[in-house]
């Protein structure tokens, strides 16, 4: 019997990022990829995914994906039956966050979406390796796909995001953290952090991979994610 999976996407990011993983787990795992272009809250998001979804589910949330993934177990803890957090954080609104974001924002409106990738996505990639020359180009075209009205949506939506260091002690199911050791948004520390507070929670790390861990390594995120769901 395979598992109903729905990979749920972060900021600016579409089926791309997802793209390598279905076919990797397609004996495992029926998948669904969930992008959130025209969304502006997490509630939002979740509440798509939840209308989207079987009546039980595994989820797993990649960057911003993740956020949504825990407010989804927060509204229907019952329907969730394994929950992956890769390259994500529960932390609330950081000093500065803000001000970092709308520069950010401003770029894209004052100089189009791709001045915003090529600022944006590469300190994002472990630095130096011909993978990530390898992938620019795809993720470039995903950046460039969207548009500053959705980006701003999706910022708006980051910058009010729920608390949800709270939903952690309630999580009943296997659950994966999963992170790039050059990944410096959402370092390894930050999801051991978060899997001290999940009573079934397992803490997988890939060695030499950034915050874009699901398309820089598909073979490893995909081992992770198979194993996992072996355990729901």
Same mark, same amino acid.
């Given at each position: 019997m395979k598992h109903p999976l729905m990979l749920?996407?972060? !900021? !600016?990011? #579409?089926?791309?990022?997802?793209? #390598?993983i279905p076919e990797r787990l397609g004996d495992v795992a029926d998948v669904c990829i969930v992008s959130f272009s025209g969304f502006s809250?997490?509630?939002?998001?979740?509440?798509?995914?939840?209308?989207?979804?079987?009546e039980r589910f595994a989820v797993a949330g990649h960057s911003m994906g993740g956020r949504v993934a825990l407010e989804v177990v927060r509204c229907a803890p019952r329907?969730?039956?394994?929950?992956? =957090?890769?390259?994500?954080?529960?932390?609330?609104?950081? #000093?500065?966050?803000?001000?970092?974001?709308?520069? =950010?924002?401003?770029? +894209?409106?004052?100089?189009?979406?791709?001045?915003? /990738? /090529?600022?944006?996505?590469?300190?994002?990639m472990a630095g130096?390796?011909?993978?990530?020359?390898?992938?620019?180009p795809r993720l470039m075209a995903m950046v460039e796909r969207s548009t500053p009205d959705s980006y701003a949506g999706q910022i708006h939506a980051l910058l009010n995001r729920p608390e949800a260091l709270s939903v952690l002690p309630?999580?009943?199911v296997p659950?994966? =953290? !999963?992170?790039?050791?050059?990944d410096t948004w959402s370092p390894i520390s930050q999801h051991e952090t978060m899997r001290r507070r999940?009573?079934?929670?397992?803490?997988?790390e890939i060695h030499g991979v950034g915050h874009m861990a699901p398309i820089e390594r598909p073979d490893a995120v995909a081992v +992770?994610?198979?194993?996992w769901l072996a355990k729901i």
């Open positions: 749920l996407s972060g !900021l !600016l990011c #579409d089926e791309t990022v997802w793209a #390598d809250s997490i509630s939002s998001m979740a509440e798509h995914v939840l209308a989207t979804a079987p329907r969730v039956s394994g929950l992956a =957090l890769l390259n994500t954080g529960v932390h609330t609104v950081r #000093d500065g966050e803000a001000q970092s974001r709308g520069r =950010l924002l401003r770029l +894209a409106y004052e100089h189009g979406m791709s001045a915003l /990738a /090529a600022e944006w996505l590469p300190p994002l130096g390796t011909s993978r990530t020359a390898e992938l620019m309630t999580i009943g659950t994966l =953290l !999963l992170s790039g050791s050059e999940i009573p079934h929670a397992t803490l997988f +992770a994610l198979r194993e």
